[in-house]
Each structure stands twice: as C-alpha cells, then as structure tokens.
T-cell receptor, first 120, second 114 residues
C-alpha cells in the first residue's frame, strides 16, 4: 500500500531562484491538494485538483506560484523568484472521489511527507 | 470563512494522565471534522473523523472525540496517555459542500513524560 510521495524532501535555494516540487498521489485518488505549513501553524490550503482540472486556488497562491497536474496523476508546484517568506513545508494530500471505487463517503485526505523549502 | 481554534498550544502530561484537547470551529453549515496527528519525523496521519451519526467517534490508539454542535466543538480525549502519544495534534474542518478543502487549527504540541 503505497502512500502519497513527495520529491524532494528538502530543498535549499537562494532568493530569486525557481524551484519545483513533485507530488505523486495514491494511484486511485482523483483529488489532489497542496498545503503550506510554517512553523507553529497548521497547514494552510493552497490549491486543489480534481483529475487534471485545477478547481480552486487560495489567495495565498501568488502569481509566482503555479501548480499543474497534466495527466491527472502526479502534480508539480513551481515557485518562481523565491523569497525568504516562501520558506515552509509544502504538503501534498490526495483523496478519492466520495463513493469512487467503492470508497465510502469519507472525505479523508492522505498526506505525504512534505517538501521542506529553505530560501536563503 | 471557516476557522478553527485550538486552545492549548503546548500540553505536558505524565504517562497515564487523561488528555483533553480543545477544538472549536466557526462555520454555520454542515461540517466534516477531523483530528490529525503528526509524530516526530513523520507525516500527518488521520486519528479520527466525524461526518454524521453518533457524535462520539472513536479513532486509533484509544483516542475519541465528541462533536457538540451547539458549542461548535470537537474535543479530543484519551483516558490514559502513553509516552508514544508525544506528537502534534491538529484539528481540521471542511464544509460539506463537495469541495473538500481542509481548514486546520494551529496545532497542540503534546509531550508525555515517562
């Protein structure tokens, strides 16, 4: 039973550089979420995909952030021109469509280990 | 907008002590409620969840939570904690609208001393 995986686990970059993170959800899950977590806070929602369609974006997701899920499987989150304020843990989660594949209506999200970004 | 408040930021208990962590949310409609746990060095894991039915829900590792709709609360309890319960606990809510964004509280860091 493979869970949600994220790559890389850690990323250190200099301010102004671009970074890209990858998330591989649980294979049968068609919903995928990105969250950001800073020290002392709970995860904050960034964006949501259902299959390949990006259906919701938080106002936290500035123009420097872009996310894709081109084939409805893995997803990437890119941050352009990184700033020190972007330093955080970036979490990916996935969930099945309620009722999909016999899943009960559970709405449970399964989280990956996260990518810790440090901008110097 | 939905929000979640966790009243205790840090809790220190001795083994075998009872635990109750507070969680209140603000949203007037139907909600789904969750407690997630993050053990040191591990990723977020679901502890328990409430969607409907019996407001007292039981989760893994002896945890339970009670949904009190009139108080907009979903407090987490465990009668006797163990050292292995040392972790950070997050309460989360989403509105039952089909779009399942989770709104998290700030978390409670629990330290259980042996």
């Amino acid at each position: 039973d493979t869970g949600v995986s994220q790559d890389p686990r850690h990323k250190i970059t200099k301010r102004g550089q671009n970074v890209t993170f990858r998330c591989d959800p649980i294979s049968e899950h068609n919903r995928l979420y990105w969250y950001r977590q800073t020290l002392g806070q709970g995860p904050e929602f960034l964006t949501y995909f259902q299959n390949e369609a990006q259906l919701e974006k938080s106002r936290l997701l500035s123009d420097r952030f872009s996310a894709e899920r081109p084939k409805g499987s893995f997803s990437t989150l890119e941050i352009q021109r990184t700033e020190q304020g972007d330093s955080a843990m970036y979490l990916c989660a996935s969930s099945p469509q309620p009722g999909q594949g016999g899943h009960p209506i559970s709405y449970e999200q399964y989280f990956g280990p996260g990518t810790r970004l440090t901008v110097t | 907008a939905q929000s979640v408040s966790q009243h205790n930021h840090h809790v220190i208990l001795s083994e075998a002590a009872s635990l109750e962590l507070g969680c209140n949310y603000s949203y007037g409609g139907t909600v789904n409620l969750f407690w997630y746990v993050q053990y040191p060095g591990q990723h977020l894991q679901l502890l328990l969840k409430y969607f409907s039915g019996d407001p007292l829900v039981k989760g893994i590792k002896g945890f339970e939570a009670e949904f009190i709709k009139s108080k907009f609360s979903f407090n987490l309890r465990k009668p006797s904690v163990q050292w292995s319960d040392t972790a950070e606990y997050f309460c989360a809510v989403n509105a039952d609208t089909g779009f399942q964004k989770l709104v998290f509280g700030t978390g409670t860091r629990l330290l259980v001393s042996p």
